[in-house]
Antibody, heavy 120, light 107 residues
Framework: QVQLQESGPGLVKPSETLSLTCTVS????????WSWIRQPPGKGLEWIGY???????NHNPSLKSRVTISRDTSMNQISLKLTSVTAADTAIYYC??????????????WGQGTLVTVTS | DIQMTQSPSSLSAYVGDRVTITCRAS??????LNWYQQKPGKAPNLLIH???RLQSGVPSRFSGSGYGTDFTLTISSLQPEDFATYFC?????????FGGGTKVDIK
């Protein structure tokens, strides 16, 4: 299994942009699929989107056009940007992936998560 | 979107009890259903994929069943380390969606 490590600011102001990075070790982001998932404190899980081995991205329509998922293959990193944040975007943000060859949505590798709080 | 409904939302049980959690999908998802265990402050851990396939390293007291819209996670004999929250998730279609969770605590 690969190792995933999220990083980024823990506080973001309302209406600003949330930016997070997931650093992948033990595997290449040029293989398979890499997702972002979030969890408001004490609540359930929401899939945000993925970027695949070719650099193509897909995101949850519930987040409309606020989400951008990109990658830096030289750094082996995945990035998430979420614009125009509100308090509803306060959550623990995880990056996650399946083992290569498994069903794309079977997340057997997770980062430890990073809490992002939207507050003025 | 495919809605995933778990029941119950919480339950209390004794060590050694047999515990069953159900998950219902709003449409058929074939066998593309996963179960995760999450402990406080930790990321979810994949227990079962494709409805009944036990993830490597997961104890055999965990089992899954179901097809189509109705699925079950069973813990045959609850152990102290099993007290946690359990989530189902469909991997049939995008957006991927999760159930609301079932919190299992000590009676």
């Amino acid at each position: 299994q690969v190792q995933l490590q999220e990083s980024g600011p823990g506080l973001v102001k309302p209406s600003e942009t949330l930016s997070l990075t997931c650093t992948v070790s033990g595997g290449s982001i040029s293989s398979y699929y890499w997702s972002w998932i979030r969890q408001p404190p004490g609540k359930g899980l929401e899939w945000i989107g993925y970027i695949d081995y070719s650099g193509s991205a897909n995101h949850n329509p519930s987040l409309k056009s606020r989400v951008t998922i990109s990658r830096d293959t030289s750094m082996n990193q995945i990035s998430l940007k979420l614009t125009s944040v509100t308090a509803a975007d306060t959550a623990i943000y995880y990056c996650a992936s399946p083992t290569v060859g498994n069903t794309v949505g079977d997340f057997d590798s997770w980062g430890q998560g990073t809490l992002v709080t939207v507050t003025s | 979107d495919i809605q995933m409904t778990q029941s119950p939302s919480s339950l209390s049980a004794y060590v050694g009890d047999r515990v069953t959690i159900t998950c219902r999908a709003s449409q058929s998802i074939s066998s593309l259903l996963n179960w995760y265990q999450q402990k406080p402050g930790k990321a979810p851990n994949l227990l079962i994929h494709a409805a009944f396939r036990l993830q490597s390293g997961v104890p055999s007291r965990f089992s899954g069943s179901g097809y189509g819209t109705d699925f079950t996670l069973t813990i045959s004999s609850l152990q102290p380390e099993d007290f946690a929250t359990y989530f189902c998730q469909q991997s049939y279609d995008y957006p991927l969606t999760f159930g609301g969770g079932t919190k299992v605590d000590i009676k």
